[in-house]
Nanobody
Framework: QVQLVESGGGLVQAGESLRLSCAASRSTFSINAMGWYRQAPGKQRELVAVDTSGASTNYADSVKGRFTIFRDSAKNTVSLQMNSLKPEDTGVYYC??????????WGQGTQVTVSS
């Protein structure tokens, strides 16, 4: 079992920045990927950015050039720097981790609200 603890959400105005952070509890098995998903009201959860060991980082098209993911594999932490935020970035952001053999874990979610 891996527990993910998120921090850093909040309310900002359009154009401002926020940084989300997530730390994973110690895992017996290697964590192969960490990243972030989000869910806006009335919409499905969607990938924001995921960093996979040995592979390129995957970003949603809507955040490319504005969001940057930072992952420390040794410490099992991941952060998401969000710049030039837009109202459509509003939602609950979930930290995500995947073990080497595919089991996935989710954080409890942190609210990000961007006002226009």
């Amino acid at each position: 079992q891996v527990q993910l603890v998120e921090s850093g959400g909040g309310l900002v105005q359009a154009g401002e920045s926020l940084r989300l952070s997530c730390a994973a509890s110690r895992s017996t098995f290697s964590i192969n990927a960490m990243g972030w998903y989000r869910q806006a009201p009335g919409k499905q959860r969607e990938l924001v950015a995921v960093d996979t060991s040995g592979a390129s980082t995957n970003y949603a098209d809507s955040v490319k050039g504005r969001f940057t993911i930072f992952r420390d594999s040794a410490k099992n932490t991941v952060s998401l720097q969000m710049n030039s935020l837009k109202p459509e970035d509003t939602g609950v952001y979930y930290c995500y981790a995947r073990l080497l053999f595919g089991i996935e874990f989710w954080g409890q979610g942190t609210q990000v609200t961007v006002s226009s």
